[in-house]
Protein backbone atom coordinates (compact mmCIF):
# COMPACT_ATOMS: atom_id res chain seq x y z
CA UNK A 1 0.00 0.00 0.00
CA UNK A 2 2.23 2.59 -1.22
CA UNK A 3 0.33 5.73 -2.00
CA UNK A 4 2.54 8.22 -2.74
CA UNK A 5 6.27 8.12 -3.56
CA UNK A 6 8.72 10.54 -4.06
CA UNK A 7 12.04 10.07 -5.29
CA UNK A 8 15.06 11.11 -4.26
CA UNK A 9 14.85 11.95 -0.43
CA UNK A 10 17.85 13.98 -0.46
CA UNK A 11 19.62 15.51 -3.34
CA UNK A 12 22.33 18.01 -3.18
CA UNK A 13 23.39 20.18 -6.54
CA UNK A 14 25.38 22.91 -7.71
CA UNK A 15 23.65 26.46 -9.43
CA UNK A 16 23.16 25.63 -12.99
CA UNK A 17 22.83 21.72 -12.81
CA UNK A 18 19.64 20.40 -13.61
CA UNK A 19 17.57 17.25 -11.97
CA UNK A 20 14.14 16.03 -11.80
CA UNK A 21 11.86 14.91 -9.27
CA UNK A 22 9.80 11.59 -9.24
CA UNK A 23 6.72 11.52 -8.11
CA UNK A 24 4.38 8.36 -8.31
CA UNK A 25 0.78 7.41 -6.37
CA UNK A 26 -1.41 4.11 -6.88
CA UNK A 27 -4.63 5.52 -5.64
CA UNK A 28 -5.40 6.28 -9.20
CA UNK A 29 -6.28 10.01 -8.58
CA UNK A 30 -7.07 12.28 -11.27
CA UNK A 31 -4.81 15.30 -9.76
CA UNK A 32 -1.18 15.66 -8.91
CA UNK A 33 0.22 18.34 -7.14
CA UNK A 34 3.75 19.53 -6.60
CA UNK A 35 4.58 21.65 -3.55
CA UNK A 36 7.44 23.62 -1.67
CA UNK A 37 7.79 23.62 1.71
CA UNK A 38 10.21 26.98 3.36
CA UNK A 39 10.38 27.67 6.47
CA UNK A 40 7.51 30.37 8.12
CA UNK A 41 5.68 29.68 4.94
CA UNK A 42 2.62 27.51 4.19
CA UNK A 43 2.93 24.95 1.51
CA UNK A 44 2.95 27.34 -1.79
CA UNK A 45 1.99 25.20 -5.11
CA UNK A 46 4.19 25.04 -8.00
CA UNK A 47 1.99 23.15 -10.97
CA UNK A 48 -0.59 21.15 -10.34
CA UNK A 49 -2.40 18.26 -12.99
CA UNK A 50 -5.90 17.90 -12.70
CA UNK A 51 -6.06 14.81 -14.99
CA UNK A 52 -3.25 12.74 -17.52
CA UNK A 53 -2.00 15.36 -20.36
CA UNK A 54 -2.97 18.51 -18.41
CA UNK A 55 -0.39 20.80 -16.31
CA UNK A 56 -1.05 23.90 -14.85
CA UNK A 57 1.14 26.55 -12.67
CA UNK A 58 0.29 27.67 -9.44
CA UNK A 59 1.57 30.29 -7.31
CA UNK A 60 5.72 30.07 -7.95
CA UNK A 61 6.01 27.98 -11.33
CA UNK A 62 9.20 29.79 -12.35
CA UNK A 63 12.52 27.72 -12.97
CA UNK A 64 10.47 24.32 -12.77
CA UNK A 65 9.12 21.95 -15.61
CA UNK A 66 6.55 19.36 -15.27
CA UNK A 67 5.22 16.27 -17.06
CA UNK A 68 2.34 13.68 -16.99
CA UNK A 69 2.96 11.36 -18.57
CA UNK A 70 0.61 9.44 -17.21
CA UNK A 71 -2.15 8.99 -14.84
CA UNK A 72 0.54 7.47 -12.27
CA UNK A 73 3.44 9.84 -12.32
CA UNK A 74 4.12 13.23 -12.32
CA UNK A 75 7.56 14.68 -12.23
CA UNK A 76 8.73 17.70 -11.36
CA UNK A 77 12.35 19.07 -12.98
CA UNK A 78 14.56 21.81 -12.79
CA UNK A 79 16.45 22.78 -15.48
CA UNK A 80 19.30 25.41 -14.39
CA UNK A 81 19.06 25.26 -10.44
CA UNK A 82 19.16 28.58 -8.58
CA UNK A 83 19.98 28.78 -4.98
CA UNK A 84 16.38 30.43 -4.31
CA UNK A 85 15.21 26.54 -4.95
CA UNK A 86 16.58 25.22 -1.95
CA UNK A 87 13.75 23.78 -0.31
CA UNK A 88 11.53 20.99 0.77
CA UNK A 89 9.37 19.43 -1.98
CA UNK A 90 6.50 17.59 -1.56
CA UNK A 91 4.28 15.90 -4.06
CA UNK A 92 0.96 14.91 -3.04
CA UNK A 93 -2.54 13.77 -5.31
CA UNK A 94 -6.11 13.58 -4.63
CA UNK A 95 -9.40 12.69 -6.23
CA UNK A 96 -10.69 16.10 -6.66
CA UNK A 97 -14.35 15.81 -8.28
CA UNK A 98 -16.81 17.40 -6.33
CA UNK A 99 -19.12 14.36 -5.21
CA UNK A 100 -15.35 12.45 -4.30
CA UNK A 101 -13.51 12.53 -1.19
CA UNK A 102 -10.83 15.07 -2.16
CA UNK A 103 -8.41 13.75 0.70
CA UNK A 104 -4.81 14.34 -0.20
CA UNK A 105 -2.17 11.87 0.02
CA UNK A 106 1.47 13.23 0.55
CA UNK A 107 4.94 11.89 -0.41
CA UNK A 108 7.34 11.93 2.20
CA UNK A 109 8.96 14.89 0.93
CA UNK A 110 12.15 15.75 -1.00
CA UNK A 111 15.31 17.82 0.37
CA UNK A 112 16.80 19.76 -2.55
CA UNK A 113 19.76 21.88 -1.13
CA UNK A 114 21.07 24.03 -4.01
CA UNK A 115 24.46 25.19 -3.54
CA UNK B 1 -3.35 39.20 5.20
CA UNK B 2 -3.06 35.34 4.31
CA UNK B 3 -5.98 34.00 3.35
CA UNK B 4 -5.65 31.01 6.08
CA UNK B 5 -4.51 32.21 9.34
CA UNK B 6 -3.46 29.95 12.06
CA UNK B 7 -3.67 30.48 15.49
CA UNK B 8 -1.43 30.25 17.67
CA UNK B 9 1.58 30.02 16.20
CA UNK B 10 3.69 27.75 18.52
CA UNK B 11 2.39 26.03 21.73
CA UNK B 12 3.69 23.96 24.23
CA UNK B 13 1.44 21.83 26.71
CA UNK B 14 1.75 19.10 29.35
CA UNK B 15 0.88 15.49 28.54
CA UNK B 16 -2.59 15.27 29.11
CA UNK B 17 -3.79 19.28 28.60
CA UNK B 18 -6.57 19.50 25.91
CA UNK B 19 -5.27 21.19 22.83
CA UNK B 20 -7.34 23.71 20.77
CA UNK B 21 -5.82 24.98 17.43
CA UNK B 22 -7.67 27.35 15.54
CA UNK B 23 -8.22 28.08 11.56
CA UNK B 24 -9.63 31.26 10.15
CA UNK B 25 -10.08 31.56 6.42
CA UNK B 26 -11.10 34.53 4.07
CA UNK B 27 -12.79 32.57 1.35
CA UNK B 28 -15.43 30.72 0.07
CA UNK B 29 -14.56 27.17 0.32
CA UNK B 30 -15.55 23.61 -0.38
CA UNK B 31 -13.51 21.66 2.32
CA UNK B 32 -11.35 22.41 4.18
CA UNK B 33 -8.36 19.70 5.51
CA UNK B 34 -6.49 19.43 8.93
CA UNK B 35 -2.94 18.18 8.26
CA UNK B 36 0.20 16.60 10.63
CA UNK B 37 3.94 16.76 10.54
CA UNK B 38 6.18 14.90 11.87
CA UNK B 39 10.04 16.97 12.37
CA UNK B 40 11.53 15.44 9.14
CA UNK B 41 8.50 13.67 7.90
CA UNK B 42 5.57 13.75 5.60
CA UNK B 43 2.64 15.19 5.63
CA UNK B 44 -0.33 13.26 6.72
CA UNK B 45 -4.20 13.76 6.12
CA UNK B 46 -6.10 13.91 9.58
CA UNK B 47 -9.39 14.89 8.62
CA UNK B 48 -11.38 16.84 5.76
CA UNK B 49 -14.48 18.65 6.34
CA UNK B 50 -16.93 20.46 4.78
CA UNK B 51 -19.28 20.85 7.61
CA UNK B 52 -20.20 20.24 11.37
CA UNK B 53 -17.77 17.80 13.11
CA UNK B 54 -15.18 14.77 13.01
CA UNK B 55 -13.91 12.66 15.48
CA UNK B 56 -11.07 10.31 15.05
CA UNK B 57 -9.28 8.65 18.01
CA UNK B 58 -8.23 11.72 20.22
CA UNK B 59 -8.74 14.15 17.70
CA UNK B 60 -11.68 16.06 16.74
CA UNK B 61 -12.50 18.76 14.51
CA UNK B 62 -15.18 21.15 13.78
CA UNK B 63 -16.00 23.87 11.26
CA UNK B 64 -18.61 26.75 11.72
CA UNK B 65 -18.81 27.76 7.54
CA UNK B 66 -21.03 30.94 8.45
CA UNK B 67 -18.13 32.70 10.92
CA UNK B 68 -15.06 30.85 8.17
CA UNK B 69 -13.68 29.20 10.72
CA UNK B 70 -12.53 25.47 12.10
CA UNK B 71 -10.46 24.21 14.96
CA UNK B 72 -8.82 20.86 15.89
CA UNK B 73 -8.79 19.80 19.28
CA UNK B 74 -6.63 17.23 21.03
CA UNK B 75 -7.62 15.69 24.44
CA UNK B 76 -5.42 13.89 26.72
CA UNK B 77 -2.86 15.01 24.54
CA UNK B 78 0.81 12.99 24.47
CA UNK B 79 4.15 13.77 23.89
CA UNK B 80 3.97 11.97 20.54
CA UNK B 81 1.26 14.30 19.47
CA UNK B 82 4.15 16.65 18.91
CA UNK B 83 4.08 18.34 15.03
CA UNK B 84 3.09 20.67 12.96
CA UNK B 85 -0.67 20.87 12.37
CA UNK B 86 -1.63 22.66 9.06
CA UNK B 87 -4.77 24.14 8.29
CA UNK B 88 -5.51 24.02 4.40
CA UNK B 89 -8.66 25.26 2.67
CA UNK B 90 -9.83 24.25 -1.10
CA UNK B 91 -11.36 27.37 -2.64
CA UNK B 92 -14.53 27.02 -4.01
CA UNK B 93 -14.05 29.45 -6.96
CA UNK B 94 -10.46 28.03 -8.14
CA UNK B 95 -10.76 24.55 -6.43
CA UNK B 96 -6.90 25.02 -5.61
CA UNK B 97 -5.54 24.34 -1.84
CA UNK B 98 -4.70 27.67 0.31
CA UNK B 99 -2.45 26.72 3.37
CA UNK B 100 -1.83 28.27 6.38
CA UNK B 101 1.92 28.07 7.58
CA UNK B 102 1.02 26.07 10.60
CA UNK B 103 1.01 25.23 14.47
CA UNK B 104 4.15 23.86 15.68
CA UNK B 105 2.75 21.73 18.93
CA UNK B 106 5.20 20.33 21.43
CA UNK B 107 3.76 18.36 24.56
CA UNK B 108 6.19 17.71 27.08
CA UNK B 109 5.74 14.55 29.31
Known amino acids: NAGVTQTPKFQVLKTGQSMTLQCAQDMNHNSMYWYRQDPGMGLRLIYY???????DKGEVPNGYNVSRLNKREFSLRLESAAPSQTSVYFC??????????????FGEGSRLTVL | KNEVEQSPQNLTAQEGEFITINCSYSVGISALHWLQQHPGGGIVSLFM???GKKKHGRLIATINIQEKHSSLHITASHPRDSAVYIC???????????FGTGTRLQVFP
Open chain 2, 88 to 98: AVRSYNTDKLI
Open chain 1, 92 to 105: ASSDTDRGLTGELF
Open chain 2, 49 to 51: LSS
Open chain 1, 49 to 55: SASEGTT
